[in-house]
């Protein structure tokens, strides 16, 4: 049997310190309580992704007591976002279409986060330089999480060999999904895939020579 712990975490080696921490534990017990309920992982993240959208409409407002809930809210959403994946391990469920809805869930979070950001530099007066480096920020963000995602999936295919999901543009199923969330998720999962092998060529071509 699996000790529990396996299920908080990947590794020191591809977990940022508050992950290890924070999120891991308190998302590893969450996944503990709801393992004999009939919520299933996907459920779990959308709660989070319902969550995070409300806590970045929050950050709209002008109010400190607003912006505060947001904050809580978002580390909540975080929260359920570690646990979803944690509750897919522990009953051997875990798919490739709950990978793609989280990762599809972790981006409109984050893009409502920003859109939301920019409405309120824009309509409180803030010049256009502002609005720009909102822009920007929002669009390192989107680069950022795919290449740490693709690092971190690649370690632990070529250096650890065990738990990664990693994926490269020619490994995804091309089967066409039946619904239309599916066919969004699948779509938007695809070009993220594409933007991270177009980050990393040369370790998409390690990983690819490692599965020769």
């Not at 699996?2 to 975490?9: H, K, L």
């Not at 607003?66 to 570690?82: E, K, M, P």
């Amino acid at each position: 049997m699996t000790p529990p712990i396996a299920f908080a975490a990947k590794g020191e080696a591809v977990e940022e310190w508050i992950d290890l921490h924070f999120f891991r534990p308190l998302g590893f017990r969450l996944a503990n309580g709801l393992r004999t309920t009939r919520v299933s992982p996907d459920q779990v993240t959308m709660a989070s992704l319902v969550i995070g959208l409300l806590a970045g409409h929050l950050m709209f407002y002008a109010s400190p007591a607003l912006n505060g809930i947001g904050v809580a809210l978002f580390v909540l959403s975080d929260v359920l976002d570690s646990s979803d994946g944690q509750l897919a391990r522990m009953r051997g469920t875990s798919t490739r279409f709950g990978r793609i809805l989280d990762g599809v869930a972790d981006n409109l979070r984050f893009i409502n986060l920003y859109l939301h950001l920019l409405a309120r530099l824009a309509l409180g007066g803030s010049g256009w330089e502002a609005l720009v480096l909102a822009a920007l920020a929002g669009v390192s963000h989107s680069f950022q999480s795919a290449a740490v995602d693709f690092i971190r999936q690649a370690y632990l295919y070529l250096g650890v060999g065990r738990g990664s999901e990693l994926d490269l543009p020619e490994t995804i199923d091309r089967s066409t999904p039946r619904s239309l969330p599916q066919r969004i998720g699948a779509l938007l999962y695809r070009d993220f895939v594409r933007r991270q092998a177009w980050l990393f060529p040369r370790t998409a071509e390690l990983v690819r020579a490692a599965g020769a």
